[in-house]
């Protein structure tokens, strides 16, 4: 939103770039740090604990815990699929950062657009 109504802050320094970078911070503590070391080791190991006698809590052969419905392995390997997109939109994210600041932010975000307009006219000329 600050993109689109072009907010400028002192000395020429964008609000739409510090947002940019609360953003990447937040992303890196909640969702690389805090998701897993919170959420995926309650889900993995303190949940098991609690259902479990501690002997098979920690055997991971036993993948079902009982009991219950056998959705623990489900569950988690769904939170484990969602981390490692969290780690690849991670990636995207600083790349894009470090675009911003070796290239500049105008560069980066032509580079980063996929469609462009002149790609567009290419394939209109190429058909007729």
Do not use: Q
Not at 16 to 40: G, H, M, Q
Not at 74 to 80: D, G, K, P, T, W
Not at 85 to 96: D, E, S, V
Not at 107 to 128: A, L, M, P, R
């Amino acid at each position: 939103m600050a993109n689109y109504l072009k907010l400028e802050g002192l000395r020429g320094l964008f609000v739409s770039e510090l947002l940019f970078v609360a953003t990447l911070i937040d992303w890196c503590y909640f969702r690389i740090y805090l998701y897993p070391t919170k959420l995926l080791y309650t889900t993995m190991i303190e949940n098991r604990e609690a259902s479990m006698t501690m002997e098979d809590a920690h055997d991971f052969t036993k993948l079902f815990p009982y009991p219950g419905p056998p959705s623990w392995l489900l569950f988690n390997v769904l939170l484990s699929t969602l981390y490692c997109l969290h780690i690849w939109w991670g990636f995207l994210i600083i790349r894009l950062a470090v675009g911003a600041v070796t290239k500049g932010t105008h560069e980066t975000g032509k580079d980063e657009y996929e469609g462009t307009s002149s790609d567009s006219e290419s394939e209109n000329t190429k058909e007729d």
